[in-house]
């Protein structure tokens, strides 16, 4: 009994042992020594017991032997859980210690997972956090609403604030404001409102930020009245910011532009003007793209000669309107003068810019003078998106120039720019115009070789220029080919063949 009790008090010792070693640094040298002394202490005792016992134990009275043998196990389960306590206290000592670090961990980890799209997780980790004990602080529990919002995962968004509401930490401004902007992602805009109602009962004061994103959508709704009653409380709100008032006022004035209201959104700006609010950069831009939407490009330049005098600064946004409104009237000359002006002004035209000036000339048959732009764009270092490429390509083709287009094709690959369907189509487009069927087939050709395929506009080309010029049976091999691609005829592929079947008939 002695060498079983020995055996065994030595196992619990070595094996705790072990345990402390394996975690290397993550326990402290205190919590070993308390494993090992409440080990070498239960060995002691063990022995203390069967030499008190020896007399009895030489008498051999099964009685004695089997009350030893109870006390011994009562004995061993006070120990162990004295033991327990013991490591536990220990524990909990040193984890003072990094208790802080783990929890920055978690909420770092948290957020992490968040941004990574992977919120069963993100949940999971949180509820382990609770049952700990430890309660993530509120802008972690904002992260999870963001995510759940942008995911469209509204309900488990509520349930997540609901519980907040009970347990904690208590949901804020900032929670409210992610939560109602979720709804109005969903075009629910009443569930938005409920949601607002809310706040107040749950003791949140709605800010500014609140009311933007609710008459942003109030607006897209086309619910302009309600968007408008929302705005006046805001401008009659004691506790309203200026700077907060004229962003919520410029978002009602927008959404009554894109809402076809323009006298509503003038009324707004002249009370705006009335109110004394300082009309910044941004008021003026959407009063300028207002105007350009409903093609007034005579008060967009009023406005924007105004905005000039009251020393406000236009900014890139303001000239890209500009720009896009004079090329969607047909005003080239306008919009060329607006790209020169920007840049003596101090504002660099961006890809944009050149984009709508290159499509606006190519559109109205000025290829040579977006082909200037090009050129300047790519002296400015700016290496053109391939739709860039591909309208130029396009123009050149149109007007019958293939080696130009050929030429800015070149150049497009020399600047990295890799040719895409579209580009081939616009030079299939440019033989077949041309009259160089062959030239078209060898084109699509390099196409396939380059791992593009062809699409149904591709097709349409080829079999509409095979039935103009009398290759029926050819029209029919790229119809059979397109259909081995599984490449789906329109319309025009079936209106093609038809009229080419119908020719061949009155011929025969």
């Excluded at 402390?20 to 020594?33: I, K, M, T, V, Y």
């Excluded at 209201?261 to 609010?277: F, I, N, P, R």
């Excluded at 290159?358 to 090009?374: K, W, Y």
Aim: proline share 3%; glycine share 8%; hydrophobic share 40%.
């Amino acid at each position: 009994m002695a060498v079983f009790a020995s055996v065994s008090s030595s196992k619990k010792c070595g094996s705790a042992h072990n345990r402390a070693s394996r975690h290397g640094n993550r326990l402290p040298f205190s919590l070993e020594d308390l494993i090992m002394s409440v080990g070498n202490q239960y060995q002691v005792t063990t022995q203390d017991w069967f030499s008190q016992k020896k007399g009895n134990d030489e008498e051999r009275d099964p009685q004695v032997v089997f009350n030893v043998l109870d006390a011994m196990l009562k004995d061993s389960l006070d120990r162990l859980k004295t033991m327990r306590e013991s490591v536990s206290l220990t524990k909990i000592g040193f984890n003072g210690c990094i208790l802080e670090v783990d929890y920055t961990g978690c909420v770092a980890m948290i957020k992490n997972l968040c941004l990574e799209g992977k919120f069963r997780a993100a949940l999971w980790l949180r509820n382990k956090m609770i049952l700990k004990g430890v309660i993530p602080d509120v802008i972690t529990h904002n992260h999870l609403v963001s995510g759940l919002c942008k995911a469209g995962d509204l309900e488990k968004a509520d349930k997540l604030v609901r519980e907040m509401l009970e347990i904690g930490p208590s949901p804020n401004c900032a929670t409210y404001n992610t939560f109602i902007k979720g709804y109005c992602l969903t075009n629910n805009v009443d569930k938005a409102l409920d949601l607002f109602s809310r706040m107040a009962y749950d003791g949140i004061r709605p800010n500014n930020i609140t009311c933007s994103i609710l008459i942003h959508a109030l607006c897209k709704k086309g619910l302009l009245k309600d968007a408008r009653k929302l705005l006046e409380k805001i401008v009659g709100d004691d506790h309203g910011k200026e700077t907060s008032d004229i962003i919520t006022s410029t978002i009602f004035m927008d959404g009554c532009f894109k809402n076809g209201d323009m006298a509503q959104a003038l009324v707004h700006w002249d009370e705006m003007l009335q109110m004394g609010s300082r009309i910044d950069v941004v008021a003026y831009n959407v009063l300028i793209h207002g105007f350009c939407l409903s093609q007034d490009m005579h008060n967009a330049s009023r406005y924007f000669c105004e905005m000039v005098k009251r020393g406000l600064l236009p900014d890139i946004f303001t000239y890209n309107t500009l720009i896009s409104g004079f090329c969607k009237i047909g005003n080239l000359d306008e919009a060329c003068y607006i790209h020169g002006v920007m840049s003596k002004m101090g504002v660099a035209p961006d890809p944009t810019s050149y984009k709508m000036i290159i499509q606006g000339l190519c559109i109205h048959g000025d290829v040579t003078r977006a082909s200037q732009f090009l050129v300047r764009m790519l002296k400015n270092l700016m290496v053109p998106e391939p739709l860039i490429w591909n309208v130029i390509i396009d123009g050149h083709g149109r007007h019958g120039d293939i080696g130009k287009a050929f030429f800015i094709r070149d150049l497009m690959v020399s600047f990295g720019v890799l040719p895409n369907v579209f580009t081939y189509n616009a030079l299939i487009h440019a033989q077949i115009k041309g009259g160089n069927i062959v030239d078209a087939h060898s084109t699509k050709k390099e196409m396939l070789s380059t791992g593009i395929y062809p699409d149904v506009v591709t097709y349409n080309l080829l079999i509409g220029a095979a039935c103009s010029f009398g290759f029926f049976h050819s029209a029919v091999w790229l119809y059979d080919e397109m259909l081995r691609r599984g490449c789906e005829p329109d319309e025009i592929t079936l209106n093609a063949l038809i009229h080419a079947q119908m020719r061949r008939r009155k011929h025969c």
